[in-house]
């Protein structure tokens, strides 16, 4: 039975066999002697994105005893890859990927108009935008939509839909489905603010199944 650590573009957490590119976290919100999760979906503003493997070789067991103290520790969250953790609301880790958090942070203060942006304060502006921190969808027209970055995802007749190359790439946790025509109207997925810093020149990982159009 897939542990429940696999994490949609909506930011909801599902049980499925396959696990992604990256893995991150948003605090302890699993038990570990049940290896499930909790009723609560947070316990940090700070959601982030880290490498699989981490460059000094620590291992963890999903959903375990992961802290020095022995209690549960971070609670293991699974992504299919960096668009999908970015339009469930996450952001790099300063930590394990320093130089994609540096990235990330330069163009969110340069797709937001901000100066120098401690990491908190993205955490605090991505919170009010995170769809299952509680944020409303925006609803995009057709012109809204094409004026989106490659990276942004939008909801449209329950499908969520990637853009790469002027092309809507249907998501699923196995990948990408064949490149479409954009819809005529449909919901943002990814924060607002981290389309502005997709905008401003960020550029995720994809999953290999997303190949140009």
């Not at 163009?107 to 990491?119: E, I, T, Y």
């Amino acid at each position: 039975m897939p542990l429940q650590n696999r994490v949609d573009p909506l930011g909801h957490i599902h049980a499925v066999a396959a696990r992604g590119l990256f893995t991150g976290n948003r605090g302890v919100i699993h038990d570990p002697l049940a290896k499930a999760l909790l009723t609560r979906r947070w316990t940090t503003k700070a959601w982030i994105v880290c490498a699989l493997d981490h460059p000094r070789g620590c291992r963890r067991e999903p959903m375990g005893r992961n802290a020095p103290s022995g209690a549960a520790g971070w609670t293991e969250l699974f992504f299919l890859d960096e668009a999908t953790a970015l339009a469930a609301g996450h952001r790099p880790c300063f930590y394990c990927r320093r130089a994609a958090a540096e990235a990330f942070r330069r163009c969110f203060a340069a797709g937001n108009r901000l100066g120098h942006v401690p990491a908190p304060d993205i955490d605090s502006v991505l919170h009010r935008q995170r769809h299952a921190a509680g944020a409303a969808l925006p609803t995009l027209d057709a012109q809204a939509i094409g004026a989106l970055p490659d990276g942004a995802m939008i909801e449209a007749g329950g499908r969520i839909l990637a853009l790469h190359a002027g092309r809507a790439r249907p998501w699923s946790f196995g990948g990408y489905g064949p490149p479409q025509a954009l819809p005529p109207g449909a919901r943002l997925v990814t924060p607002a603010a981290t389309v502005a810093a997709l905008g401003a020149g960020f550029s995720p990982v994809w999953h290999p199944t997303l190949t140009p159009a």
